[in-house]
């Protein structure tokens, strides 16, 4: 600015200003992505766009697109980092960290440790954990489980849901280790995967797992046509986010899951 710019402005500096959450009235919701995930931004883009006040933001980790139990528990060391750079030094309602599998070949409370290195006192979320809040919410016990993981995967799955009280009476798979394929598989294969379940087993709901799975958008009309509560890592977990947020609408367009508070 020169000085005859200077001497003809009139210069108001320092004016008095107020502050409020942003565009995060309501809830600030942080979410950790897999660097090979396609499909968890996507979908809960999808459920929280238009909820007023609600705020997403996320980063990414580093993973190996090959889906083992080395490769899951090796994010371990890399989420304090990850929960660090999604608005350094902000305040969070929720922190959620986006791997179904690693949360359980981790374990929760180790990866609630890791984000609470570097985010204390926040509330924190996996898929599992989710999943767990949403079985308990919907009053199931016996849960179908469906999943894209191969066999050594599935059996950390399977064996970590059964430990915390819950039944798994059937368990289908497609078999599939690359994260890469796993988020093309269409949607009409994940329902006929769902409608093979629930043919072979009593059950009292439905649990897809992996946040590269698409089913969000098509939870409601599932449950219509099976009669009962259908959910999946990227649902159940947006769910359990909001919840854990105080953030208690109604959202009957996203399954019965959405329609129901958190129980205790």
Known sequence: MDQKTKD????LEHLPFATDRGIAEKARIGLIVLATDYTIEHEWRRIMTDLKGVALYHSRILNDAQITPETLRAMEPRIAQSADVILPGADFDVIAYGCTSASMAIGEEKVFERIREVRPHVECTTPITAAFAAFRSFGARRIGVLTPYRADVNRIVANY????????????????????????????????GILAIKK?????????????????????????????????????????????????????????????????
Not at 8 to 11: N, R, V, Y
């Open 8 to 11: 003809s402005m009139i210069l």
């Open 161 to 192: 849901i059964s430990a915390r009280g819950f039944t798994v009476p059937v368990f289908g798979s497609f078999n599939e280790e690359d994260d890469n394929i796993v988020a093309r598989i269409t949607p009409k294969s994940i329902k006929d």
């Open 200 to 264: 072979r087993a009593e059950i009292d709901a439905v649990f897809v797992s992996c946040t590269s799975v698409r089913l969000a958008e098509a939870a409601a009309d599932i449950e219509r046509e099976i009669g009962l509560p259908v959910t999946s890592s990227n649902h159940a977990m947006a769910w359990h986010a909001l919840r854990l947020a105080r953030y208690e609408e109604k959202l009957p367009q996203w399954g019965k899951l959405f329609t129901l508070p958190l129980t205790a």
